[in-house]
């Protein structure tokens, strides 16, 4: 069966410096990969998302993440966050036959 | 503007009781889904429908009722057989039914607690 993680429970990053959020998955094939956040007390918005191609994928609000099948990897990255990007972050796998699965999310705390 | 709406944002309810939370969409999708989310946990699938008067269970369905009768409403009902019904609550949406290929749209969900 295929399952996300997400190691890290808890981030906290000044404003300014970069950031790297981190998601493993488990599946046989080549999946579908996702990276949503979520604002305090708010539904989940799609940040960006992986299906096939190049590798590395651009997002909104500066967010990149980059498919590694290698390490069955799908991190999140951003060169310089803002105070705005404090909030909570999901990846998610799906295959095309089974649901989305999301991980249990990352914290993201950001000081000034 | 097109979206997911979940009325109420808050609601509160004595155990014991039966609850429906709504669900609406306007973005002519096909495919809706519930989710409960606690903290620590990520998000759990409670149940999905493919098309309008389908539907089937996800994860986590035991205690929870659904129907699909119009394509853009899609209530979910907390009975007082789910055991800790105390949540939020999220609803989303996809333009079809592709598995996990599917991109979801979410609402702004609804947080249900229960004494």
């Known amino acids: 069966a295929q399952s996300v993680t997400q190691p890290d429970i808890h981030i906290t990053v000044s404003e300014g410096a970069s950031l790297e959020l981190r998601c493993n998955y488990s599946?046989?094939?080549?999946?579908?990969l996702f990276w949503y956040v979520q604002s305090p007390g708010q539904g989940l918005q799609l940040l960006l998302k992986?299906?096939?191609?190049?590798?590395l994928v651009q997002g909104i609000k500066g967010f990149e993440a980059e498919f590694k099948r290698s390490q069955s990897s799908f991190n999140l990255r951003k060169p310089s966050v803002h105070w705005s990007d404090a909030a909570e972050y999901f990846c998610a796998v799906g295959d095309n036959t089974d649901k989305l699965i999301f991980g249990t999310g990352t914290r993201l705390q950001v000081f000034p | 503007d097109g979206g997911i709406t979940q009325s109420p944002k808050y609601l509160f309810r004595k155990e014991g009781q039966n609850v429906t939370l709504s669900c609406e969409q306007n973005?002519?999708?096909?495919?809706m889904y519930w989710y409960r989310q606690d903290p620590g946990q990520g998000l759990r699938l409670i149940y999905y429908?493919?098309?309008?008067?389908?539907?089937q269970k996800g994860d986590i369905a035991e205690g929870y009722s659904v129907s699909r009768e119009k394509k853009e409403s899609f209530p979910l009902t907390v009975t007082s057989a789910q055991k800790n019904p105390t949540a939020f609550y999220l609803c989303a949406s996809s333009p079809r039914w592709t598995g996990g290929r599917s991109e979801q749209y979410f609402g702004p969900g609804t947080r249900l607690t229960v004494t």
């Open positions: 992986y299906f096939s191609g190049d590798t």
């Open positions: 429908s493919q098309i309008v008067n389908d539907f």
């Open positions: 599946y046989g094939a080549t999946p579908y």
């Open positions: 973005l002519n999708h096909d495919a």
